[in-house]
């Protein structure tokens, strides 16, 4: 794969998009981006991040452009609805996934995998929202993340970025926007994941989840690197982790009164 200088040029919406985005995220922190030799490189490509705060694609598009591509994030169609957020998604080509209805999220995988084939770059959150795990780590990937990297034979390229959750805390203990002074915002792209094997054989589910752990263990240990602490042996796993606080909830409450018996009729 060739990495020379390239430079992929866009059209008056990604302008205007630079425009906005390039000194919001001076002012929001001092973004500190390292590997970026591993995605300065010519066609498509899968980016794959953790996703730490409502802040990332803020700091992820800038740090994709400045090695001079242009990133199509995979974001929920509600946005798409938004004024003048909705033109500069469509017109930058931005991929909107819906989750409501039978195909809808096939629709947006297919979508993705067609802009992939033209040469694009993709980058996609396997969380599927702002982590909700207690320490920031990486939760369970979605099984998306991996049906779309066996979809063709492309570079899955990781990246890891800490600190755009010390400007922003989406949730935990409630959000908190605190930009001064100025955090500094890591971004780090790692070598691209060896999917050969897998891609080798039938994509089938079992596949498919295996290349979705995979990846997101490359994500994982890479947020650890950043960090400088030994990140945990599992995910986080959000439906599980209710399942648990619904029970110990219910096992805290108080028992119900017992009920009064009832009267005896008179003889």
Not at 35 to 61: M, T
Not at 108 to 122: C, E, F, I, W, Y
Not at 208 to 219: D, E, Y
Request: glycine fraction near 8%; proline fraction near 9%.
């Amino acid at each position: 794969m060739a990495r020379s200088p390239v430079h992929e040029k866009g059209n008056a919406w990604l302008t205007f998009c630079q425009v906005v985005m390039y000194p919001l995220a001076f002012l929001l922190g001092r973004e500190r981006v390292s590997g970026a030799e591993h995605a300065r490189r010519r066609g498509g490509y899968l980016l794959v991040a953790n996703h730490i705060s409502h802040l990332d694609p803020l700091f992820d598009s800038v740090a994709v452009r400045k090695i001079g591509r242009i990133p199509r994030f995979m974001a929920k169609a509600s946005l798409w609805k938004v004024p003048v957020l909705g033109n500069a998604l469509a017109n930058t080509e931005q991929i909107p996934v819906d989750r409501a209805g039978a195909g809808a999220g096939q629709s947006s995988l297919d979508k993705a995998t067609a802009a992939l084939n033209r040469g694009k770059v993709v980058l996609i959150y396997p969380d599927g929202t702002v982590t909700r795990d207690p320490d920031m780590w990486p939760m369970k990937p979605r099984m998306g993340v991996g049906a779309l990297a066996l979809s063709g034979d492309f570079p899955v390229i990781p990246v890891a970025h800490w600190g755009s959750n010390h400007v922003y805390t989406s949730y935990g203990q409630g959000r908190r926007f605190h930009p001064l002074p100025r955090k500094v915002v890591h971004t780090r792209f790692g070598e691209p994941v060896d999917l050969d094997d897998l891609r080798a054989g039938p994509h089938d589910a079992r596949a498919v989840r295996a290349a979705s752990f995979r990846i997101m263990t490359a994500v994982r240990d890479m947020v650890g690197e950043v960090r400088g602490v030994t990140p945990p042996a599992e995910f986080y796993d959000q439906k599980k982790a209710a399942r648990l606080a619904q029970r110990a909830a219910q096992a805290a409450a108080p028992a119900p009164a017992d009920a009064p018996a009832p009267e005896t009729p008179e003889k």
